[in-house]
């Protein structure tokens, strides 16, 4: 299983920050003819994409098209089991991307709606926060 | 189409727009040379509205005050989780120059390269058009049922109608047939993928230093 993460980092840890607020970019459909939209903040594993990634991929037939719309570039650090506090700050364990509401996680294309609805489905058995199916925004006289 | 869309002029009273939203108005501008004012629309009949036109559709604007403005779309907000409209923009082009206008394309048939188990990729959604305001068109359809896989449609290639001239680069890819992904190479993908990911485990030379300093 191939797992995303950064190639190199500036630094190797970081801090936690907030989850406040929603989702300022990434939150319209840009590529794809749907995209599947966080309805709740989370840290997403690169693991949890990957899963996703896995199960979209093996619904949709070879001539369709998926995008991956966010990436774990944010490490997360752990301290060992039964160690005592103190002595700095844990190694890294794992690489989210950090997601706010509205965020469009990955888009499609080359599917209807139907079979849409149903990569949305099985994408929210992977990941750990509601998600939507959204169309991509467009004028009535334009669809 | 001739569209129309009645709206008023937003009073100093009405400064709040989420209390604007609430009452089921949106709230909105129009501005162009010589124009410039604030206003409110009603919901529904905005909604309404959109369900019909394109973002290149000329929209008479007919204000309480009486005075009407010929205007195309600027910008629409929606918000992000309730695709609810936020806010639009409508600009009021001068009537004695040409406008520069980004017209949808609209795909029609089914491409010969879907057929063979090629993916449709739609890489441009609108082309910039130049013209006079009456002869923008409200979309551009093109038939795509002879395109093939490898085969790709370009902007100096769509129906454009008289008058209109093409702002986009002429040689710029809008529809493209690509043929799909072999499952061998989807394997050596994921194979590479694993390779990447062991590297990056290290962490890389010139980041460690730093990070030691830390």
């Known amino acids: ?143 | 189409m001739a569209y129309e869309l009645g709206a008023k002029v937003r009073r100093p009273e009405e400064k709040n727009p989420r209390a604007l939203r609430r009452a089921g108005r949106v709230p909105g501008v129009v501005y162009g040379p010589g124009v410039h004012h604030l206003l409110t629309f009603d919901r529904k009949e905005l909604e309404r509205l959109f369900s019909k036109i394109t973002h290149s559709s000329l929209i008479t604007l007919k204000l309480d005050t009486g005075e009407e403005y010929p205007t195309f779309i600027k910008e629409i907000q929606f918000d992000p989780l309730t695709d609810e409209v936020l806010h639009v923009d409508f600009y009021r082009p001068p009537a004695d120059r040409p406008v520069e206008m980004e017209v949808a394309v609209h795909l029609v048939g089914e491409a010969k390269g879907r057929k063979a188990g090629g993916v449709v990729e739609q890489v441009l959604e609108a082309v910039e058009v130049r013209g006079p305001i009456g002869k923008i068109p409200e979309l551009i359809e093109v038939d795509i049922s002879e395109l093939d896989v490898d085969e790709a449609l370009h902007a100096g290639e769509l129906p454009l109608p008289e008058g209109i001239e093409l702002v986009t680069p002429s040689d710029a890819v809008v529809v493209a047939v690509v043929a799909p992904r072999k499952p061998e190479e989807e394997e050596a993908a994921a194979e590479e993928g694993i390779a990447a990911a062991a590297e990056g485990a290290t962490p890389a030379p010139e980041a460690k230093p730093e990070a030691q300093t830390k």
């Open chain 1, 1 to 143: 299983m191939s797992l995303l993460m950064p190639k190199r980092t500036k630094y190797r840890k970081a801090q936690r920050g907030r989850l406040k607020g929603v989702a300022q970019a990434g939150n319209e459909v840009a590529f794809g003819d749907y995209g599947i939209q966080a309805l709740e903040p989370a840290w997403i594993t690169a693991e949890q994409i990957e899963a996703a990634r896995q199960a979209i991929v093996r619904e949709l037939e070879r001539n369709s098209k998926v995008w991956i719309r966010i990436f774990p570039d944010k490490p997360i650090t752990k301290k060992p089991a039964e160690s005592r506090m103190g002595k700095g700050k844990g190694d890294v364990e794992d690489w989210v991307a950090v997601v706010r509401p509205g965020r469009i996680l990955f888009e499609i294309a080359g599917v209807g709606r139907e079979q849409a609805e149903r990569v949305a489905q099985l994408v929210s058995y992977k990941l750990p926060i509601h998600v939507r199916l959204r169309e991509r925004l467009r004028l009535g006289g334009e669809k």
